[in-house]
């Protein structure tokens, strides 16, 4: 097992790192940006270094601090978390090269699946189903024309090097098409300096239904199953929560085994998260793979009672996942919601100082936050500042302990999307778990006082 960790991040999940390290009897290093300094995952960490700037480009994204941080510490390895450096292939070459562990999956699956347009070939082969397509990058119009009408409208065009929901534009029409065409490239080339785009079938009204994964470095793969991601603005998930209301347990069991393919095709070892569409019909798609721990995996961890960032670390050291798929139990219900530094009706960012805060607690309510009262938060990242997880005997129970919670959560100085969570949370669709992609969408439109459009 590993001596020191280096965690090349910040916030609650730097924090939910060194929880785990510290249960495991591993020593962690905090790096941080100068805009970081009273950050608690510094105060926690038993060493810590501070690797440049607020801007995230010359901190937490510039390898060269990181590894001579790693090195001047005499760390044995570096968690990556989730964002920045966490799925940059070329960041786990440099870490191998100097005798660092990665803790993540091996760089060549981080290029594979990080290019979309190849990893939809790549799971093909298997006979994984991927939502209908073109093969690989499409470069003229001409091509992509005649490729929509053998596929039908609606399509919709994504950037290969894609994420975050950038690059990707829906037509409903050859008109559409023509004119989505270029500037879907151009906002690929300036997000991800890559202007390939590929086709897809435009799937109307599915879910966002994900598997969670974990696989050893001796083809040991068990999936944790299913998250369901609907609720979505811009592409950003805000709410999440497993079990989905959407599976039985044949599709379950098939979009688990769909999803173990994928991870053992290509000899995966950490954990990862595929992520499918599911239709109105109950077909499923492959959409991505993401080899990196995600924020929602706490609720994964409601309903499994298995800590995911300690077996991600156990398999990077090289041990071997003892976990058998008949072990993994379901119990309950677990939701999450994400709670942003934004106000609630328009969205915009509010960093600040946190003047008064108090977390809720109770029975089956975790809050996974790096803030504090005093603490300011800044304005240079993700405005996301804390995740409350609650988990109930079953979904009616976990909304309750959600709202109670939610209710009762002191936060003051700084605007939070919190009244938007307690809307959400009594939306009589949600309530019913009638939820797809659009969900926000009709929302906006029931409840007109958080409307922006
Ligand atoms: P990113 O990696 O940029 O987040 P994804 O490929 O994961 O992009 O897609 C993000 C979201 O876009 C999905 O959750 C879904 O809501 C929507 N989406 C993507 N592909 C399709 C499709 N073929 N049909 C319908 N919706 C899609």
Redesign the pocket.
């Known amino acids: 097992m590993f001596k020191k960790v280096l965690i090349a991040n910040r916030g609650e999940i730097a924090l939910r790192i060194i929880n785990a390290c510290r249960e495991l009897g591993i020593k962690t290093v905090a790096v941080y940006s100068e805009a970081d300094k009273n950050s608690l995952h510094v105060k926690f960490a038993d060493e810590c270094i501070c690797i440049g700037p607020a801007h995230s480009y010359k901190s937490y994204l510039h390898i060269p601090s990181i590894i001579a941080a790693a090195e001047i510490t005499g760390a044995d390895a570096i968690h990556p978390g989730y964002g920045f450096l966490a799925e940059n292939a070329q960041f786990a070459e440099v870490c191998k090269s100097c005798g660092i562990t990665f803790i993540g999956p091996e760089p060549n699956h981080i290029r594979l699946m990080g290019d979309?347009s190849v990893a939809r070939q790549t799971v093909m082969k298997r006979n994984v189903p991927i939502?209908p397509?073109s093969k690989g990058g499409v470069s003229d119009i001409k091509r992509m024309k005649e490729l929509a009408a053998e596929i039908g409208y609606?399509?919709?065009l994504?950037?290969s090097a894609?994420?975050?929901?950038?690059?990707?534009r829906?037509a409903w029409s050859e008109e559409e098409l023509q004119c989505q065409f270029e500037t879907a490239k151009n906002e690929a080339f300036s997000a991800f300096g890559n202007d390939e785009i590929y086709l897809?079938?435009?799937?109307?009204n599915?879910r966002?239904i994900e598997i969670q994964l974990v696989a050893d470095k001796f083809g040991n793969v068990v999936h944790l199953g299913e998250r369901e991601?609907?609720i979505?603005r811009n592409?950003?998930?805000i709410i999440e929560e497993a079990p989905s209301a959407a599976l039985n347990d044949e599709l379950r069991k098939s979009m688990g085994q769909a999803a173990k393919k994928v991870a053992s095709t290509i000899g995966y070892s950490s954990v990862g998260t595929v992520?499918f569409?599911l239709d109105n019909e109950n077909n499923f798609?492959f959409?991505?793979m993401?080899t990196r721990i995600q924020v929602e995996h706490t609720v994964t961890e409601g309903i499994t009672d298995i800590d995911l960032v300690k077996l991600q670390i156990e398999i990077a050291s090289g041990e071997q996942l003892l976990l058998k798929q008949k072990d993994i139990k379901i119990t309950g219900h677990a939701i999450e919601c994400r709670i942003n530094a934004e106000d609630s009706k328009t969205f915009m960012p509010s960093p600040g100082k946190i003047e008064a805060f108090h977390t809720p607690g109770g029975p089956g309510i975790r809050i996974d936050t790096a803030a504090y009262a005093g603490y300011t938060v800044p304005p240079y990242y993700d405005s996301m500042i804390a995740k409350v997880i609650a988990h109930g005997r079953d979904r009616k129970e976990a909304i309750a302990r959600m709202k109670r919670a939610l209710e009762m959560f002191l936060l003051e100085g700084i605007k939070t999307n919190i009244p938007l969570h307690l809307r959400i949370l009594e939306d009589e669709f949600f309530v019913k778990g009638q939820l797809n992609?659009?969900f926000m969408e009709e929302f906006f439109k029931r409840h007109a006082v958080f409307s922006t459009e």
């Open positions: 979309k939502v397509g609606p399509v919709i994504k950037a894609g994420g975050g929901g950038k690059g990707m829906v897809e079938k435009y799937i109307v599915p966002h991601c609907s979505q592409h950003q998930k992520e569409l798609y959409m991505e993401n992609t659009h």
